[in-house]
């Protein structure tokens, strides 16, 4: 079952059977995504695979207005269970 976007629109939300196949029972693309010096985020397609995992991103909201003004990304971290 494929349902709509969310309010970000990231695009549809896919079924948890339907991600593991689409990433290669849960491998997805995470090497290359966490060896990119250029970002300190997981892409989108990958938070879903991480989450499998035990892994969670998020930004410090407390920094997200004052970066977004200096036009830089947000300040990413990760939890990890």
């Known amino acids: ?11 549809p939300m896919k079924s948890d059977e ?3 196949i689409e990433t290669k029972q849960l491998r997805g693309t995470l090497k ?3 060896d990119d010096v250029t970002t300190g985020q997981v892409p989108f397609h990958d938070t879903k695979v991480i989450k499998f995992h035990g892994s969670y991103q998020q930004d410090d909201r407390d920094l997200r207005e004052e970066r977004q003004k200096l036009g830089i990304e947000n300040a990413f971290s990760f939890m990890i269970r």
Request: glycine content about 18%.
């Open 1 to 11: 079952k494929v349902e709509s976007g969310g309010a970000d629109d990231d695009g």
């Open 18 to 20: 339907v991600i593991k």
């Open 32 to 34: 290359d995504a966490l």
